[in-house]
């Protein structure tokens, strides 16, 4: 059976897509078999892992509203091992036309239900925000996994994210749980950088990845080549720290 990991963090511009595109890249690579779901309108995942979003006839939106079955909504990847549900802009409106659905709470997890048996890992990329998408990401997953910037604020956006977490967890999901938090953006000659991992790993009581995901100009470009790290630059920083974060993933007992 597969396990679902949404990753999700409330805060925009925190590395949220990036881990999404790579980890599942370096799972694939691992020779683990797995489905990417973008659940993000901005379809930044789907690009970056070599979809044309703009071109596309099944997407997220087609599967979530019932127009498409889900196996006519799974895209190969340039990855062997690596399939996609992309997304494009037709999502941004689809909260307004799921707000009646039945159980809509359940939608994601309805859908992938009888798919998720096919793959080691299904990683579901979340909007930056609470919404329905997010909540329908976090009702399907087994866990979370939540990128946070090595920035002065991120303690307070973590904080608030897990409050998000728990009232999930008693609501919708009670077998949810926080995987892991890792860091990226990571500038180790920067004082502040340093200071905000040792809060973080003081102040709160959960699983922190030793991976920790620095400032990386080649991870920065390659979205832009609609390429994970690991085609784009296989011996990049990033690169590197992604394949760590991918075997520390896989060696969870959970």
């Known amino acids: 059976m597969g396990k679902i990991i949404a990753i999700t963090n409330q805060k925009g511009g925190v590395g949220k897509t ?7 890249a370096c799972l694939a690579e691992k020779k683990k078999k797995v489905l990417t779901i973008d659940i993000d309108p901005q379809g930044n995942t789907s690009s970056g892992l070599g979809i044309d979003k703009n071109n596309i006839e099944n997407t997220i939106y087609e599967l979530l509203i019932g127009k498409a079955d889900i196996k006519d909504c799974i895209y190969p ?3 062997r091992k690596l399939s996609i549900i992309p997304s494009n802009i037709n999502l941004s409106g689809a909260e307004i036309e799921l707000i009646n659905m039945k159980k809509k709470e359940y939608l994601l997890r309805d859908r992938i239900e009888k ?3 096919k793959y080691d890992y299904i990683i579901i990329d979340c909007p930056p925000s609470l919404s329905l998408l997010t909540i329908n990401a976090m009702t399907a ?3 979370v996994i939540v990128p946070i910037q090595s920035e002065y604020y991120a303690l307070e956006g973590l904080s608030q994210l897990i ?9 919708l999901n009670p077998d949810l749980y926080i995987q892991g938090v890792v860091f990226t953006m990571y500038d180790a000659r920067t004082n502040l950088s340093v200071q905000v991992v040792d809060n973080v790993r003081e102040n709160l009581d ?5 991976t920790i995901i620095p400032r990386n100009v080649r991870l920065a470009e390659a979205p832009s080549y609609s390429m994970p790290i690991i085609l784009y630059d296989a011996r990049s920083s990033g690169a590197y ?3 760590k974060l991918a075997i520390e993933v896989i060696k ?3």
Do not use: Q, V, W
């Open 77 to 79: 990847s340039a990855m």
């Open 206 to 210: 959960i699983h922190i990845y030793n």
């Open 241 to 243: 720290a992604y394949r």
């Open 18 to 24: 990036t881990t999404a595109i790579n980890l599942s």
């Open 252 to 254: 969870e007992k959970r």
């Open 141 to 143: 997953a087994d866990s």
């Open 115 to 117: 798919i998720k048996g």
């Open 163 to 171: 409050h998000t977490i728990d009232l999930i967890k008693e609501r």
